[in-house]
């Protein structure tokens, strides 16, 4: 089995549905990837453990994904030298999903988190993937593909409703 190089984590089996949208763009790009649930507040050393080896286990970017008080990407920023995704989720304890969307957000100064929109895990997924094709052409070159298929869809839009 090929070691992954992306890792999505999530709070919650519950947030699945929407990261599962990461893991569907990583697998069109053939990124090995792994995808498991930490929770910042009910595993708490489940996360240290991670945060202080994924980079070890030949891990490049972690996308991380919680909703309402949402920890886990900041938490994971904190500890771990990787880039990190934060996925804010509206959840079923999010009040509107601002709550997600600041909590992931408003890292401070020195922590980043690349903080995507809300339930916004298809981005994140690319985000990941444009990270690790810097070093890696052949990841870039799906991404070059990916950007001039979205043209192609668009003008294939602009012409049909030219021509009604
Ligand atoms: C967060 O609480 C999780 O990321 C999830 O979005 C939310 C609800 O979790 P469950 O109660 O569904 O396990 O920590």
Request: cysteine-free; glycine content about 8%.
């Given at each position: 089995?090929?070691?992954?190089?992306?890792?999505?984590?999530m709070g919650?089996d519950?947030?699945?549905?929407?990261?599962?949208?990461?893991?569907?763009?990583?697998?069109?790009?053939?990124?090995?990837?792994?995808?498991?649930?930490?929770?910042?507040?009910?595993?708490p050393?489940?996360?240290?453990?991670?945060?202080?080896?994924?980079?070890?286990?030949?891990?490049?970017?972690?996308?991380?994904?919680?909703?309402?008080?949402?920890?886990?990407?900041?938490?994971?920023?904190?500890i771990?030298?990787?880039?990190?995704?934060?996925?804010?989720?509206k959840?079923?304890?999010?009040?509107?999903?601002?709550?997600?969307?600041?909590?992931i957000?408003?890292?401070?100064?020195?922590?980043?988190?690349?903080?995507?929109?809300l339930?916004?895990?298809?981005n994140a997924?690319?985000?990941?993937?444009?990270i690790?094709s810097v070093?890696?052409?052949?990841?870039r070159?799906?991404?070059?593909?990916?950007?001039?298929d979205?043209?192609?869809?668009?003008?294939?839009?602009?012409?049909?409703?030219?021509?009604?």
């Amino acid at each position: 089995m090929v070691n992954p190089i992306v890792s999505i984590i999530m709070g919650s089996d519950s947030d699945l549905p929407v990261m599962q949208d990461a893991a569907t763009i990583l697998k069109n790009f053939n990124i090995p990837y792994e995808l498991t649930i930490i929770s910042a507040h009910r595993t708490p050393k489940r996360l240290v453990e991670f945060s202080e080896n994924a980079h070890k286990r030949g891990v490049q970017v972690v996308i991380a994904g919680a909703g309402g008080a949402a920890h886990l990407p900041g938490m994971v920023a904190a500890i771990s030298p990787l880039p990190v995704v934060g996925v804010p989720i509206k959840s079923s304890n999010s009040i509107d999903g601002w709550d997600s969307v600041l909590s992931i957000l408003q890292m401070p100064g020195g922590v980043p988190v690349a903080t995507v929109a809300l339930n916004g895990a298809k981005n994140a997924g690319i985000l990941a993937a444009q990270i690790v094709s810097v070093g890696n052409k052949e990841i870039r070159q799906q991404i070059i593909d990916y950007k001039n298929d979205l043209t192609a869809q668009v003008e294939e839009k602009i012409k049909r409703l030219e021509n009604k």
